[in-house]
T-cell receptor
Framework: GDSVTQMEGPVTLSEEAFLTINCTYT??????LFWYVQYPGEGLQLLLK?????DKGSNKGFEATYRKETTSFHLEKGSVQVSDSAVYFC??????????????FGKGTRLHILP | NAGVTQTPKFRILKIGQSMTLQCTQD?????MYWYRQDPGMGLKLIYY???????DKGEVPNGYNVSRSTTEDFPLRLELAAPSQTSVYFC???????????FGPGTRLTVL
């Protein structure tokens, strides 16, 4: 079945460091890919998304490119801030065979940014 | 625009008690979901609904029930609470399947 695998955390970086959080997926159809962010004590909120191969999603300085050849959707940011400390979830929705009722979430990666 | 609202924010139950977690959305979304998030863990889907009058089981439905009588509301019922149901519960909604899901702030439930 469809699945999402993301790097385990926690990831600890200094402010202004470069961030990469790896995400790979398995899907039998044509997935849309998402990154959600969860700040402490809050619900998840969409950070960015991409709906087809080679699309790049971007928001708040974060970027991720939908790579069909490597089945990946890695999250990157050039210079992280303390306020980026949160848990990041990679997710997919598979449009094939009407399997897009649900979004499949990865287990989440906790990010700590040190001042 | 309130989005997705959940009540209560916090609740402590004794083993065997029952309660209903309320979820309401004002975005006229057809799809609604209930997830639980255990400490340090990812999300697990409990139940979901693709429209009023239609509900389906998710990954971990045992010990829970839902109903969807209106587009706006999707309450989650816990019968005979158990310590294993201690978790944070999130409600979410989306316009259609595969679309962005919008999450509520969560209900933190402790069963003692």
């Amino acid at each position: 079945g469809d699945s999402v695998t993301q790097m385990e955390g926690p990831v600890t970086l200094s402010e202004e460091a470069f961030l990469t959080i790896n995400c790979t997926y398995t899907a039998t159809g044509y997935p849309s890919l998402f990154w959600y962010v969860q700040y402490p004590g809050e619900g998840l909120q969409l950070l960015l998304k991409a709906t087809k191969a080679d699309d790049k999603g971007s928001n708040k300085g974060f970027e991720a490119t939908y790579r069909k050849e490597t089945t990946s959707f890695h999250l990157e940011k050039g210079s992280v801030q303390v306020s980026d400390s949160a848990v990041y979830f990679c997710a997919l929705s598979d449009r094939a065979m009407n399997r897009d009722d649900k979004i499949i979430f990865g287990k989440g990666t906790r990010l700590h940014i040190l001042p | 625009n309130a989005g997705v609202t959940q009540t209560p924010k916090f609740r402590i139950l004794k083993i065997g008690q029952s309660m209903t977690l309320q979820c309401t959305q004002d975005m006229n979304h057809n799809y609604m979901y209930w997830y639980r998030q255990d400490p340090g863990m990812g999300l697990k889907l409990i139940y979901y609904s693709v429209g009023a009058g239609i509900t389906d089981k998710g990954e971990v439905p045992n010990g829970y029930n839902v109903s969807r009588s209106t587009t706006e509301d999707f309450p989650l019922r816990l019968e005979l609470a158990a310590p294993s149901q201690t978790s944070v519960y999130f409600c979410a909604s989306s316009l259609a399947g595969g679309n962005t899901q919008y999450f509520g702030p969560g209900t933190r439930l402790t069963v003692l």
